[in-house]
């Protein structure tokens, strides 16, 4: 199969994100199966004076675009992809693009604000989320059939020899699992815990952590 994934956000190595991980691992493990994967993705952070460029340094296509709504509907018939996953912001815009075109069409949530622009009314779109908890609130807010697609993870690039010292945990909150990371913390007093926030929390919840992470004595 050819499968498109379709992002306005820059790619790897121009922005590195969770999400762009996943897609490259992904489109190493589509390869190793005897598919085509090809990405179609916002603009490198490089001055360019060609709309679209050609990356292959990956071992698949990666086709870096400075106006890839514009340009995805003329790209895509270009290269007839059995499906097209998008994969990142701006779905209404890619999903209007893509959707006269001839081939299966999917989108790929990661996280809830991201879906904003959902068009609640187009239900010839595959919607996927890259978790059960996003899938529960995608159909409670938009009343849509929503598969789980977890993101694929290559546990060979994680390993390593060296062992580090602490236990990182980013962004302390109930919804990721930050209960889970307490007990562990409690439970394992040799290891160093580091709980690092990245999202938008409040003062209390804040306060909170820190009363906790000073009763564990092994936690920062």
Same mark, same amino acid.
């Given at each position: 199969m050819r499968i498109l994934f379709l992002s306005t956000d820059s790619f790897i190595p121009d922005h590195f994100s969770c999400r762009n991980k996943t897609l490259l691992e992904l489109c190493g493990q589509l390869k190793q199966l005897g598919h085509e994967?090809?990405?179609?993705? !916002?603009?490198?952070?490089?001055?360019?004076?060609?709309?679209?460029?050609?990356?292959r340094s990956y071992g698949f296509r990666i086709f870096r675009c400075k106006h890839l709504v514009r340009d995805s509907s003329a790209l895509c018939a270009t290269l007839r992809p059995d499906i097209a996953i998008i994969? !990142?912001?701006?779905?209404?815009?890619?999903?209007?693009?893509?959707?006269?075109?001839?081939?299966p069409l999917a989108a790929w949530f990661f996280q809830l604000d991201s879906c904003c622009d959902l068009d609640r009314s187009n239900n010839d779109i595959l919607h996927l989320a890259s978790s059960p908890f996003l899938a529960v609130r995608?159909?409670?807010?938009? !009343?849509?059939?929503?598969e789980v697609v977890a993101p694929y993870v290559d546990k060979a690039a994680y390993h390593g020899l060296q062992r580090g010292r602490r236990v990182v945990f980013v962004?302390?909150?109930?919804?990721?699992?930050?209960?889970?990371?307490?007990?562990?913390a409690e439970v394992r007093p040799e290891y160093g815990f580091l709980f690092?926030?990245?999202?938008?929390?409040?003062?209390?919840?804040?306060?909170?952590?820190y009363m906790r992470a000073l009763g564990c004595g092994n936690l920062e």
């Open positions: 994967p090809l990405v179609a993705c !916002g603009p490198p952070n490089v001055a360019t004076s060609q709309g679209v460029v050609v990356d994969a !990142g912001d701006r779905f209404r815009d890619l999903i209007e693009a893509c959707s006269p075109l001839e081939f995608l159909r409670t807010l938009f !009343g849509l059939k929503i962004n302390p909150i109930r919804e990721k699992g930050v209960e889970l990371a307490f007990t562990l690092v926030e990245s999202g938008k929390i409040s003062d209390q919840w804040r306060a909170d952590c």
